[in-house]
């Protein structure tokens, strides 16, 4: 998996002698445990490189085939799925690795881990890390005492801890040493621990001085307080995280791209801005102002990182090498150095011949045994213009902008100043004399130093920009959410968070890594790499509402409001495709539907509509598609009734036409569209079953044209039987009705009500009677008059003013 070269201690037939090894020589051990087919593990290995890379022999990293059947590793674990990632701080239980297999992620954990305390010395900085983590975990310690560092220890060790159990809020641990500040949070005796939530009241650690690891993580993670907006990270695996978050109630959910190198996400900021505006009422009355301290550090983020960008690109222009170089690349067999292939560079900037490079070859070989993992730089003589290089690989292209030398002396110095204030780094350019300039350039150790501190943090910016996870909204300015105009609105918005009925909450998810949670609720997939998106999702009543306009503060508090008043109009999810509306002679047409087409198709008054309503994972469904196709065939000779279908589980439709079991046949009947009628769930979905639907609900336009399709010479003679025997009931019912008409009227001989009632009921029966009895006699003769088959046109004149009374 990883080559001899790399920063990675590979053991790829799963011995874990190495990595022991490894352990005992060093205080931290990041490690992957893998399989060489795994596609998982194929595809962290990339991640894996670049976090190592990064850290540059800071951090060491070891990977293990523990898949490989005769392996220690394989014997001793069972691993129930790979990659899988622990990292061993000072030979303690191994830490795992939970987040996303990224080496932005990785390399955010791992300094996590390696720093996962912060000393506050003020009151300030704790409210700063209060609005920043929203639950923060303070303990007073005196480390000058004796025996407090078993109980900081502990406290140390559970802030590790931590990390792995909480993997993507975890609460922050903090020391304070001063007693001013410990008594503004009535800590009042060493060793006391409180935990202070910005959305509930601060807690005291319950078990006195008994202070473990395990009793502290436990305490911590039972009495967490609500995230104001809390990260979700659905595996993708069979898990009920989502489900269980989105039961609460609607949730409002931004799908971002989450930049663990920087905390500077513009769509996280502005949401925090927006919830904390909105719940005002939630938050503890120390804390009711938190959101200008969060504006503030907001504000003070996207300062720094535009000072870090400016100080890199001066960086690239102050330390471009100039000087010529010719490297040649030796593998060092005799030597304890794990086989790694060595590039040995000779830079001059009097010469390009390589040749030279030979004769200082054995002043090369004398630094190799004691080789690290940066490059070895030597000095050849007292002219500095002149000087070799050993490094352990070649350096990627993508760092050759960043220098590994200081550029040879001249008139200018360059010095690398950080403010006091606000902590911002950039160069100063002054004047020095050439003596001074060349102990400066000759002094490994300033040299080093002022190397690899800003490329450090110029690596950083590099990698967020390989990694593709810098937002287009960097340069965003919060000060718009203060501005006047948006004052009214502002406190519109606090008004409805403390008045609302509804219980709305905040999440978000990474868009990079997660992207089939906004494919599947119809988010574009380049909208939501871009820049951040917005879906609010009501499960209660089966809605949600995509944001369209940008992601602004102005924008989300208006759809919050809107959401809030019930303005918002439901986001209706619709796949399409081009399609073909001719339809070849002797083949039927089945017109594919989307939801934007959906309602136009169903709605002619004067047409009969049958649906079928499918889904593209359904088995069944797609057997049915056949029988489907040949009942549309059946009916193809009729222009009063349309075939139709659509994909219901990647079309949303509106609720009363929502269904939980695929495939659904429904049918439209012409004159009556709010009348609609399902095929009966109990019943075989056959051929036969369906034409018997369709007849038994069809408009009589539509079985008159399946009757002259059909009807044979022997049809025609069974119906003109049928015609005779139903002239003679009708004319038997004519007689009935005649006689209790003459009845009716010889009786009548006073001026009675109800007697003149009875009397108009038996007319109208009659003449309805009568009406029957000449349509029949007319549709007799007309048989009689048709040989083989029925000519379809004089049968529609027949029936064009009789058929709405015909029964």
């Not at 993507?168 to 009535?186: D, G, L, M, N, S």
């Not at 939530?197 to 650690?205: E, I, K, V």
């Not at 012409?670 to 075989?684: C, H, V």
């Not at 009935?736 to 009632?757: M, T």
Request: charged share 20%; with cysteine.
């Amino acid at each position: 998996m990883f080559t001899p070269s790399s920063y990675v201690l590979d053991s790829p037939r799963g011995s874990l002698i190495p990595l022991i090894q490894l352990l005992h020589e060093h205080e931290f051990v990041f490690v992957m445990y893998y399989a060489p087919w795994c596609y998982k593990s194929q595809a962290a290995r990339a991640e894996f490189l670049k976090a190592a890379n990064f850290f540059k022999g800071e951090v060491h990293f070891a990977a293990v085939n523990c898949w490989w059947p005769e392996g220690e590793c394989k014997k001793r674990y069972k691993f129930l799925m790979f990659p899988v990632f622990l990292a061993y701080h000072t030979r303690l239980d191994g830490y795992r690795f939970f987040g996303h297999a990224r080496a932005e992620h990785m390399i955010k954990f791992i300094e996590n881990l390696i720093r996962p305390l912060q000393i506050m010395h003020s009151t300030t900085g704790i409210i700063e890390l209060i609005s920043q983590h929203e639950n923060i975990i303070l303990g007073y310690f005196n480390l000058s005492l004796p025996n407090s560092t078993d109980a900081y220890n502990q406290f140390y060790y559970a802030s590790m801890r931590i990390l792995e159990r909480d993997p993507f809020q975890p609460i922050k641990f903090a020391v304070v040493t001063q007693p001013e500040v410990a008594k503004e949070y009535f800590l009042s005796n060493y060793e006391d621990i409180i935990m202070v939530r910005l959305t509930n009241s601060s807690l005291f650690y319950p078990y006195g001085k008994n202070i473990t690891s395990s009793n502290l993580l436990t305490w911590a993670i039972q009495n967490k307080g609500k995230e104001i907006v809390k990260r979700l990270s659905p595996e993708g695996l069979k898990s009920q995280t989502l489900e269980f978050e989105m039961d609460k109630g609607p949730a409002f959910i931004l799908f971002h791209l989450e930049n663990p190198l920087f905390n500077i996400e513009h769509g996280l900021r502005v949401l925090k801005d927006v919830v904390l505006t909105y719940r005002q009422c939630m938050l503890e009355t120390p804390f009711h102002g938190i959101r200008s301290v969060w504006t503030k550090i907001i504000a003070r983020d996207i300062k720094r990182y535009h000072s870090l960008t400016y100080m890199c690109d001066q960086l690239k222009h102050v330390h471009r090498p100039n000087e010529r170089s010719c490297c040649i690349s030796a593998v060092i067999k005799h030597l304890d150095v794990n086989g790694k292939v060595f590039n040995i560079c000779y830079h001059s900037l009097g010469t390009s011949n390589c040749n030279l490079l030979l004769k200082h070859f054995p002043v090369a070989l004398k630094h190799v045994g004691s080789f690290s993992s940066s490059c070895r730089h030597i000095l050849l003589s007292y002219i500095f213009a002149a000087q070799l290089s050993i490094c352990c690989q070649q350096e990627e292209e993508s760092l050759s902008a960043s220098a590994n030398w200081v550029k040879p002396p001249s008139n200018e110095k360059w010095v690398l100043n950080i403010s006091n204030d606000d902590h911002t780094v950039y160069f100063v350019k002054e004047n020095v004399s050439a003596d001074s300039e060349m102990r400066h350039s000759n002094d490994r150790f300033v040299r080093d130093h002022l190397e690899h501190l800003p490329r450090r943090l110029c690596d950083r910016l590099l990698l967020e920009k390989q990694q593709g996870v810098k937002s287009s909204s960097h340069d965003v300015d919060l000060e718009f959410s203060d501005s006047i105009s948006l004052e009214d609105r502002t406190k519109q918005l606090t008004q409805v968070g403390c008045t609302s009925n509804k219980t709305l909450n905040f999440y978000t998810m990474d868009s990079k890594n997660r992207w089939m949670f906004s494919d599947a609720l119809g988010i574009e997939p380049s909208a939501a790499i871009n820049g951040p998106t917005a879906v609010l999702f009501d499960k209660e009543n089966e809605e949600h509402y995509i944001m369209k306009e940008n992601f602004t503060y102005s924008n989300t508090m208006s759809f919050i409001i809107d959401f809030e008043h019930g303005r918002l109009k439901r986001h209706l999810q619709s796949h399409s495709f081009r399609q073909n509306d001719y339809a070849a002679p002797g083949h039927v047409n089945v017109k594919e539907l989307d939801s934007q087409t959906f309602l136009d198709v169903v709605k002619p008054y004067n047409k009969d509509i049958v649906v079928l309503i499918y889904a593209h994972w359904c088995g069944f469904c797609q057997t049915l598609s056949h029988t489907f196709l040949s009942l549309a065939q059946y009916f193809s000779t009729s222009p009063h009734i349309v075939f139709s279908r659509i994909n219901g589980a990647t079309n949303d439709l509106p609720w009363e036409y929502t269904f939980d079991s695929y495939p659904t046949v429904i049918f439209f009947p012409a004159r009556q569209k709010s009348d609609s009628i399902l095929f009966p769930k109990e019943k075989e979905k056959s051929l036969t079953n369906l034409v018997r639907f369709v007849l038994h609900h069809a408009t009589h336009d539509t079985k008159l044209h399946l009757a002259a399709d059909v009807c044979s010479t022997s049809c025609i003679k069974s119906n003109i039987q049928r015609c005779t025997s139903l002239l003679q009931e009708l004319r038997l019912r004519q007689a009935r009705l005649q006689r209790r008409l003459s009845a009716a009227i010889s009786s009548n001989r006073g001026d009675n009500y109800f007697n003149k009632l009875g009397s108009d009921y038996i007319v109208s029966q009659l003449q309805s009677v009568r009406t029957q009895v000449l349509t029949v006699e007319k549709l007799r003769a007309f048989l009689e008059q048709q040989g083989e088959s029925i000519n379809k046109q004089e049968l529609f004149e027949l029936f064009s003013v009789a058929k709405n009374s015909f029964v």
